[in-house]
């Protein structure tokens, strides 16, 4: 006798994507790729910064997370927004009194409407999955950012019986009482909390939080195997450079364009160094708006370095898809990326590369592959340590190519088993209960 009981299963994503984050978009991918593998007929939704973006990249019914005006980049100026009341508030923003009458007038107000529509996009889901991602920490946007939202949307869940799972999320920095005050409550109203690395979940130990919690690799390791390309024995090499917008005042949240320059200025002397041993270079972004100008700057650093370049000896790849990155990784020998996940993809595509790391998440990340040694601060390497490294990777890629093999295989076997504990495994019943 058929069941005609049966409904499919609906699950929401959560996550400060959306504005071209290759890193987020790889993770939420890979987690929409293992919810089909164990429910084909799943319906999907996400929760993120720009709805809009989220629907066309993954192909998900989307909603906002919080109230955000419409952004628009602009190369010289950075992040800015369309619409002049939007400009209006930033201005309101910037002076104390006129900050606490805007607040209480306009954003408290079209705080209280979201929240009753948010209760309205979570009416019938069955999970809702922080998905991913460095999530718990305050760095851009303070308190009120995504710890706020967090907290926000685990209570929502809680009140409409909507199982909140945290799945593999990094943490810190947390700077504040209040920031710190959001993450700890959220995190106590989650039915499931795993972390992507053993520093995270200290970290979140250290700040109080002494309840359980699980270690998984990042989501982004899971994502469906692609058709790489073997490397060859080959000289030149090709060698995938990763930049990226570290201090650039157009939009990171610490503005030092002395800090940005001179790391600018020494990634390109290493450019330098390895087109005069004849490598050919690609240049990548791992984030698809941002990492483009930072991109245009180290060409114009080459130019006033007057470096000599064979014709098509150095190519920019313009990835803005998950799949257009990865393509473009799997064609390079030997990489350096700054990004996190472009370090993920390299390792994930068994890629050799060098990790120039601007946070405690990438050295846990080359540690967890055993890849240590390849791992350098970006701000202060040198450029003779640089190309050292660069060459013993080069000497050694073979042996290193088969550690990532085998360590791929060990992460995405650890990301199969914490899929199983929070959605089943056999995609016709679903779990009662996480634990």
């Not at 071209?20 to 978009?25: I, K, R």
């Not at 602009?74 to 900050?99: C, H, I, K, M, P």
């Not at 700040?207 to 998984?216: L, T």
């Not at 050799?352 to 701000?379: F, R, W």
Request: hydrophobic letters at 40%; aromatic letters at 10%.
């Amino acid at each position: 006798m058929m069941d005609h009981s049966y409904s499919p299963i609906k699950i929401g994503l959560l996550g400060p994507f959306g504005f071209g984050n290759l890193g987020d978009a790889a993770i939420q991918q890979a987690m929409i790729e293992n919810i089909g593998k164990r429910y084909p007929d799943a319906e999907v939704y996400g929760f993120s910064l720009n709805p809009e973006d989220t629907e066309k990249r993954h192909g998900i019914k989307s909603f906002p997370i919080t109230r955000m005006p419409r952004k628009i980049w602009d190369e010289g100026q950075g992040w800015g927004y369309r619409s002049r009341l939007a400009r209006l508030s930033l201005r309101l923003e910037s002076n104390v009194f006129t900050r606490l009458v805007y607040r209480i007038l306009f954003r408290v107000p079209s705080e209280i409407v979201l929240i009753f529509k948010s209760m309205k996009n979570l009416q019938g889901l069955d999970y809702l999955i922080v998905s991913g991602g460095g999530q718990l920490d305050d760095y851009w946007g303070g308190a009120w950012g995504h710890p706020y939202v967090l907290f926000k949307w685990a209570i929502l869940a809680r009140l409409l019986r909507v199982r909140f799972l945290v799945v593999s999320v990094g943490a810190g920095p947390l700077r504040s009482f209040l920031s710190k005050l959001f993450v700890k409550s959220a995190l106590s109203l989650a039915s499931y909390r795993s972390f992507r690395d053993e520093d995270s979940k200290s970290f979140i130990k250290n700040i109080g939080f002494d309840h359980w919690g699980y270690v998984y690799p990042d989501l982004a390791l899971s994502l469906q195997a692609r058709n790489g390309h073997k490397t060859k024995e080959r000289s030149p090499l090709t060698v995938g450079i990763g930049p990226m917008s570290y201090f650039d005042s157009r939009v990171w949240p610490e503005k030092d364009n002395e800090v940005y320059r001179g790391y600018l200025d020494r990634l390109a002397q290493f450019v330098s160094r390895i087109i005069k041993q004849n490598h050919r270079v690609v240049f990548f972004p791992g984030e698809a708006v941002h990492d483009m100008p930072v991109i245009d700057d180290l060409r114009k650093v080459l130019d006033e370095k007057r470096v000599r370049m064979k014709k098509n000896q150095l190519e920019v790849a313009a990835a803005t898809t998950v799949d257009t990155l990865t393509d473009v990784l799997s064609h390079c020998d030997v990489l350096v990326a700054s990004r996190y996940h472009g370090v993920l993809l390299a390792q994930l595509l068994h890629r050799p590369v060098i990790a120039l790391s601007y946070h405690k998440k990438i050295e846990a990340l080359m540690a967890d592959a055993g890849q240590s040694k390849y791992c350098l601060d970006i701000n202060g390497f040198n450029v003779e340590t640089l190309v050292e490294r660069f060459e013993n990777l080069v000497a050694d890629r073979k042996n290193v190519e088969m550690i990532l093999t085998n360590k791929a295989r060990e992460f995405r076997a650890l990301l199969d088993q914490q899929y199983d504990k929070i959605l089943g495994s056999n995609g016709k019943s679903r779990i009662s209960q996480v634990a």
